[in-house]
């Protein structure tokens, strides 16, 4: 079992910045060994996942962006405290969503990007980005 839980969220003008947080618990296996990714929903869009990190066919960590966020959005790790960020830069209108963590135990290169495949997830945070 994984128990997740995001922080960070808000609202914000175009061009911010924020950074969400995910603290997990877990009681069966390492947090940092699971693929561990920021998915986001808004109203009347289908679920992305913007950002994964996570082993590479068990070779390495790697970290993993859709093309949406890529060079905006940096996704990091703090396997002592056993939390992830996500820090968003440049931040527009359509970056407005709900923002959940989740984690599966998987490789992350062959199962990032599909959000279904994750099995554990947190509350979500909001995060919205005004014009």
């Known amino acids: 079992q994984v128990q997740l839980v995001e922080s960070g969220g808000g609202s914000v003008q175009a061009g911010g910045s924020l950074r969400l947080s995910c603290a997990a618990s877990?009681?069966?296996?390492?947090?940092?060994?699971?693929?561990r990714a920021w998915i986001r929903q808004a109203p009347e869009k289908e679920r992305e996942v913007v950002a994964a990190?996570?082993?590479?066919?068990?070779?390495?960590?790697?970290?993993f962006y859709a093309d949406s966020v890529k060079g905006r959005f940096t996704l990091s790790e703090d396997n002592s405290k056993n939390t992830v960020f996500l820090q968003m830069n440049s931040l527009t209108p359509e970056d407005t969503a709900r923002y959940y963590c989740?984690?599966?135990?998987?490789?992350?290169?062959?199962?990032?990007?599909?959000?279904?495949?994750?099995?554990?997830w947190g509350q979500g945070t909001q995060v919205t980005v005004s014009s």
């Open positions: 989740a984690a599966g135990a998987m490789w992350c290169d062959r199962n990032w990007a599909f959000s279904a495949r994750y099995t554990y």
């Open positions: 877990s009681s069966e296996y390492a947090f940092e060994n699971y693929c």
């Open positions: 990190i996570g082993s590479r066919s068990g070779s390495g960590t790697f970290t």
